[in-house]
């Protein structure tokens, strides 16, 4: 699946069984709770936190689903074509950071 039949499929599915599209600053909150969900798995799985009861039977893959999904939304509501802004982030940070990593003392 490309990322713009991704948008074409989640505004469907929004226009469909989800009735309509949250607004943008309720969708925005929502993605903020995502992000926070994904952390936490992330910090207990990578990190130094241990797993709790619930958090059982959840998975990094479907948390990072989940915020993909409300991006997607936000995108498709204010009218960002996430392929082409993407491609235009790759080129920025070609441009900008050509070789800033390469001279990185941290990252040798």
Not at 6 to 17: E, G, L, M, R, Y
Not at 62 to 68: F, G, I, W
Not at 75 to 89: D, F, I, P, R, S
Not at 91 to 99: L, M, S, T, V, Y
Request: proline share 0%.
């Amino acid at each position: 699946m490309t990322i713009q039949e991704a948008q074409q499929q989640v505004d469907q599915w929004i226009n469909t069984t989800g009735v309509r599209y949250f607004n943008e600053l309720t969708n925005l909150g929502i993605l903020m709770e995502e992000v926070g969900e994904l952390s936490r798995l992330m910090v207990r799985q990578y990190g130094e936190q241990s797993f709790k009861e619930s958090d059982k039977g959840k998975e990094i893959s479907d948390e990072m689903a989940d915020v993909l999904w409300v991006l997607i939304c936000l995108a498709n509501q204010t009218g960002v074509n996430l392929t082409e802004a993407l491609e235009k982030n790759f080129n920025k940070k070609n441009i900008r950071d050509a070789e800033r990593h390469k001279n990185n003392e941290k990252l040798k």
